[in-house]
């Protein structure tokens, strides 16, 4: 009753006129715009289908279902030195043994069972496919503290985001207190009271742990880098108080930018040994140029401690640059700061992305920066998305077609339905952790409208239609003529269902939504194991 609900309220805002529904969408109740069915109660494993990392790495993967709980779990063809928690559905232990493991996932509850196969690669690539997870910029900027991030974790699990394959809490900016400890590393101000243990709990729902840092004296918000003026790691504007109580610049005394420069001195191998012992999963290092050295340096001493870290670059990337980020890092962001607007959509997204599509591939991706999705407002204060329902959906499409990273922006304890349909749909974020690590192809296209075209490792077509203008606008395509051949069946990805079925000399295309998107994924593809046989039709 339910799923039938809120299809045909989605149905019903589909088919708004124009001037109701652009009204419906600021109304701030978006529930009538909910495309995503909500998933069933059988199991239904999510996630990945490859996820690597090195040998003698430490390993944790917590498999994504979907379902009824209680739930029990199995994971058939585990390489050895791994274990599984049958309760909990969490994969852990460390392989010494480099090589690719198929290993069957299954998940059981009293109204049946699902099967998946994921590939374990142990060898020197992780991050096979684009991080999925939380940032806790967008929602609370500076103001960010141990208990909220630790309530962003419990929602990614109660509220079901962690069953449907995200997996990363990142701190951002805000955390920093003075040097000290047994690496002489950054340690965190009083509004981190336990890290260690912080990141132990996150580690005990299944889920990653991030944190930030950048190489200057300096981060962005004021509070201490990666580097110091001197060599026992102390620092001119904290010696002489112009501080608040959390260690960042006082403002009111000193400008953030008098310390956004690189320090004599680096202590890039203690902080990351100081992040390792943690148990930190994944770090955010952020500044303007990015450059080789920096970049290099922290790679290596992140690999120097046998902790897999992911190493993400902050912000704008230079593009002559991308064979370096592509050799020293996870993922780098192509741009600076996003905002909830459709300008910054439009411009990071559909002007942004297409010069990186080289460089993207399993385990170094161009990252066009956080989603603007639900509550955000960079701390304290935090609002709605400026975003329109239609303009969130093309934002969520675009992001998964370019297979950039997806760090959700808001508080997810206060996530309202029509948010948590844009996170918790499975289809599409299939396309974005798709096992071939392609960005869509800008394939038709002028000022008012591009179609984005996607290959998916099945041999199927993921296809998004973009409508730029500010009227509704019929978007379609031929199915021969961007190469797939006989019958094939459209599939709508946010309303999980089939839609029609062509022949591949049949056009075929559907009324778009001004800054909306239809979402498809065109199957079976071509037949790539029988041998063609007769006349070839013109």
């Known amino acids: 009753m339910q799923r039938t609900a809120i299809i045909c309220l989605a149905l019903a805002a589909a088919f708004l006129p124009l001037g109701n529904r652009a009204s419906a969408q600021d109304s701030g109740d978006k529930s009538a715009f909910i495309l995503t069915p909500p998933a069933p109660e059988t199991p239904r494993v999510n996630g990945p289908k490859v996820y690597g990392e090195r040998p003698g790495a430490p390993f944790m993967y917590r498999i994504p279902a979907t379902g009824k709980r209680p739930m029990s779990f199995a994971a058939e063809g585990l390489p050895k030195g791994l274990k599984l928690d049958a309760e909990k559905g969490i994969i852990s232990g460390s392989v010494k043994k480099a090589g690719t493991y198929k290993v069957t996932l299954k998940a059981t509850n009293d109204l049946g069972s699902s099967e998946r196969e994921l590939r374990i690669v142990i060898g020197e690539e992780i991050c096979l496919t684009p991080p999925l997870g939380w940032n806790s910029w967008n929602v609370w900027g500076n103001s960010v503290s141990q208990e ?25 900016d805000g955390w920093q207190g003075l040097r000290g400890g047994k690496y ?40 201490i880098g990666t580097s110091a003026d001197y060599a026992d790691g102390t620092y001119d504007f904290i010696k002489s108080g112009k501080i608040d109580e959390y260690y960042k610049v006082d403002r009111s005394q000193v400008e953030r930018k008098t310390v956004w420069y690189f320090g004599k001195y680096s202590f890039a191998k203690a902080d ?26 922290m790679d290596e001493a992140l690999r120097a401690t046998g902790r897999d870290i992911v190493l993400s670059l902050s912000n704008s990337a230079p593009f002559a640059l991308a064979p370096y980020w592509q050799k020293y890092c996870q ?40 989603l603007v999705v639900g509550k955000v407002g960079w701390g304290p204060k935090v609002h709605d998305s400026k975003l329109t329902a239609d303009e969130q959906y093309t934002h969520m499409s675009l992001w998964a077609l370019f297979a950039s990273p997806l760090l959700i922006g808001c508080d ?38 591009s179609t984005y075209i996607k290959p998916l490792e099945d041999g199927s077509v993921a296809i998004g239609m973009f409508n730029l203008g500010n009227a509704p606008r019929k978007l379609g395509f031929i199915c021969r003529n961007i190469g797939l051949l006989g019958k094939q069946t459209i599939r709508d990805l946010w309303r999980q269902e089939d839609i029609a079925t062509v022949d591949d000399r049949e056009r075929w295309e559907t009324e778009v939504a001004p800054h909306g998107v239809v979402l498809v994924r065109v199957y079976p593809g071509n037949d790539m194991d029988t041998r063609p046989v007769g006349r070839v039709r013109d």
């Open 148 to 172: 909220k991030v630790i309530s962003s974790a419990r929602a990614m699990v109660e509220r079901g985001l962690a069953d449907c394959g995200w997996s990363y809490i990142n701190i951002d």
């Open 184 to 223: 002489n590393a950054i340690q965190p101000n009083s509004k981190f009271p336990d890290m260690a243990g912080l990141a132990d709990e996150i580690h005990g729902m299944g889920l990653k742990f991030g944190i930030y840092s950048g190489p200057w004296v300096g981060t962005y918000a004021g509070h």
């Open 272 to 297: 990351a040994k100081q992040w390792a012992d943690w148990g930190v999963d994944y770090l955010k290092y952020d500044w303007n140029p990015n450059d080789v050295y920096n970049t290099r340096e």
């Open 331 to 370: 993922a780098w962001r192509t741009t600076g700061d996003i905002r909830d607007s459709w300008d910054s959509i439009v411009k990071i997204g559909f002007k942004g992305q297409d010069r990186w599509a080289q460089y993207r591939k399993p385990g170094h991706w161009p990252d066009a920066d956080m």
């Open 412 to 449: 997810m304890a206060d996530m309202d339905d029509f948010t948590f349909g844009l996170l918790s749909n499975t289809e599409v974020l299939d396309v974005n952790q798709d096992p071939l690590g392609l960005q869509a192809a800008r394939y038709y296209w002028d000022e008012s409208y």
